[in-house]
């Protein structure tokens, strides 16, 4: 699962403990598959509501990935989601928005790094929103938060599991021709409404063309992914990239895989070959690092005519690629394409273990190694 080829440049003397907060939900199960065979990080601690909190993890949770029963961890006990209880240095947070918003600066003021995959402070303007292959250099704003709301730790977020599908192909047509307009409609996988999610009979052989408050993450979080980080003595903002994007988010009957059908109006005219090549040649800013769990390779055109799909394409590299396909010219704006990517890895836990890498890569993470 974790990319053991990459070269590795960084590596801690020794394992760091990392505490994960919504440790028996299908996010967070995902997290202790990954930091249990990772080689930097080690679960120090099994977080999750007062539900679950004094019972071991077999009992606390339904595990539902192949592999290792509970990762190894059944007989841990689950403890409550506090600095109190659960303290490590580096946190990943597989919380609800509304826990999230009240609990993660609570470890975040007891010196703690959260990365988190909830909503509730993405679109702050002093916590990055990251994609480690696009924006690294928004980790820049870690120093304005701690500045301002007197941290000795931080957050930092990953995106809706939906953006990074669009921000990552979007990334290479901005860097190259400028984005205008984008027009994208989302065919979601169940997963990505936790468990128990959305019951059998609304969804087996549907279409479900609704996702509460889905669309305004969607329509907003690319352009502070992809904006640019403006440093001004020792502030620094993100300033939002000015495409416009229009988003239609519907569930459909797929385990795990979203897929988005994309169409976009480029700054600047290009052939169809060009917008190719931009997508074949995109560098990833993570790549001279060799981070355990970034994939070989991050944005991949596949050529099939009927490619991507979930069942085929979503696994490769760990679920941490993101496949774009089926790329033509669109009659009404310039392009349009197709783009995979894993939910619950790449849009979730495998998104926030790839930040905390990537900032300890750089040197982010201070007092942890
Ligand atoms: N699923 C995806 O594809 C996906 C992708 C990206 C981001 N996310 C985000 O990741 C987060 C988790 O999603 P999920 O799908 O894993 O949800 P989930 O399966 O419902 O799991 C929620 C977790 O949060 C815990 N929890 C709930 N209320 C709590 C409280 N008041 N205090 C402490 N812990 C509490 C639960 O513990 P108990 O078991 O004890 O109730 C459980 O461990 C959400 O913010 C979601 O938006 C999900």
């Given amino acids: 699962m974790i990319n053991n080829q990459s070269r590795t440049v960084f590596s801690p003397k020794k394992k760091i403990p990392v505490t994960i907060l919504g440790a028996t939900g299908v996010v967070g199960q995902r997290f202790l598959r990954r930091i249990a065979d990772h080689p930097w990080f080690y679960p120090a601690f099994l977080a999750a509501s007062d539900r679950s909190a004094g019972k071991k993890y077999a009992e606390a949770c339904q595990w539902h990935l192949p592999g290792l029963p509970y990762a190894g961890c059944a007989g841990t006990v689950v403890v409550p989601c506090s600095p109190e209880a ?6 990943f947070s597989a919380l609800d928005a509304g826990p999230a918003r009240e609990i993660e600066p609570l470890f975040a003021a007891a010196g703690a790094y959260v990365f988190s995959n909830a909503s509730a402070f993405r679109m702050d303007e002093d916590v990055p929103l990251l994609i480690p292959e696009l924006n690294p250099e928004h980790f820049g704003l870690l120093s304005v938060q701690q500045a301002k709301r007197g941290w000795p730790g931080a957050i930092v977020t ?3 599991c939906t953006t990074v599908m669009l921000a990552s192909p979007l990334a290479a047509l901005q860097s190259r021709f400028g984005l205008d307009a984008v027009l994208v409609t989302s065919m979601q996988a169940i997963s990505g409404a936790g468990y128990p999610g959305v019951a059998a009979l609304d969804i087996v052989g549907n279409v479900v063309p609704f996702i509460r408050n889905e ?3 969607v329509e907003s979080e690319s352009n502070k992914i992809l904006g640019e980080l403006v440093q001004s003595g020792s502030a620094a903002s993100v300033v939002p ?6 988003a239609t988010c519907t569930r459909v ?3 795990d895989g979203h897929t988005l059908s994309i169409s976009v109006r480029l700054k600047t005219k290009a052939s169809l070959g060009e917008v190719a090549e931009a997508f074949r040649a995109f560098e990833a800013k993570t790549a001279r690092y060799g981070l355990p769990s970034a994939p070989s390779q991050f944005l991949t055109l596949l050529d099939a ?3 991507p799909q979930a069942r085929k394409d979503v696994e490769e590299d760990g679920g941490m690629r993101i496949s774009v396909g089926r790329l033509r010219a669109c009659p009404i704006l310039d392009f349009k394409f197709v783009s995979l990517g894993h939910n619950t890895e790449r849009g979730a836990a495998g998104a ?3 930040n905390a890498e990537m900032a300890l890569a750089m040197g982010m993470l201070h007092g942890i190694v």
């Fill in 352 to 354: 926030s273990v790839l």
């Fill in 241 to 246: 990239a000015p495409f416009v994007v229009s």
């Fill in 158 to 160: 990953n995106p809706n």
């Fill in 215 to 217: 669309e305004p993450k």
């Fill in 253 to 255: 009957p797929v385990i």
């Fill in 86 to 91: 659960a303290f490590s240095p580096i946190v």
């Fill in 305 to 307: 005519e009927d490619r």
